[in-house]
Nanobody, 120 residues
């Protein structure tokens, strides 16, 4: 069964950097559009960034200029590079992607949550 597998979270001091990764578990499937979201306890899930199949990117205002979403199609992986992290970035991060097979839409998947903690 195809899965999105996320990795790369952890604990970092304010001003530091982390890179999150999200990879499709089965090479027969490819990522088309991908998103990163984040959620903190008691708050609604917040959209963070999107990358489309033609590498267009969009960012939430709260992360613009600090976060970069990118993709490596050869590795079937989407990344979220997070720089100049702030304590307010502390959250569980989730990747979400439209998965294609043989050029056709297959389904939408969520990766498991990744904890990112930024200490002040």
């Amino acid at each position: 069964q195809v899965q999105l597998v996320a990795s790369g979270g952890g604990l970092v001091q304010a001003g530091g950097s982390l890179r999150l990764s999200c990879v499709v578990s089965d090479s027969m499937f490819t990522i088309n559009v991908a998103n990163w979201y984040r959620q903190t306890p008691g708050k609604q899930r917040e959209w963070v960034a999107t990358i489309t199949s033609d590498d267009s990117t969009r960012y939430a205002d709260s992360v613009k200029g600090r976060f970069t979403i990118s993709r490596d199609n050869a590795e079937n992986t989407v990344y979220l590079q997070m720089n100049n992290l702030e304590p307010e970035d502390t959250a569980v991060y989730h990747c979400n992607a439209a998965i294609y097979r043989s050029g056709r839409f297959y389904d939408t998947y969520w990766g498991q949550g990744i904890q990112v903690t930024v200490s002040s």
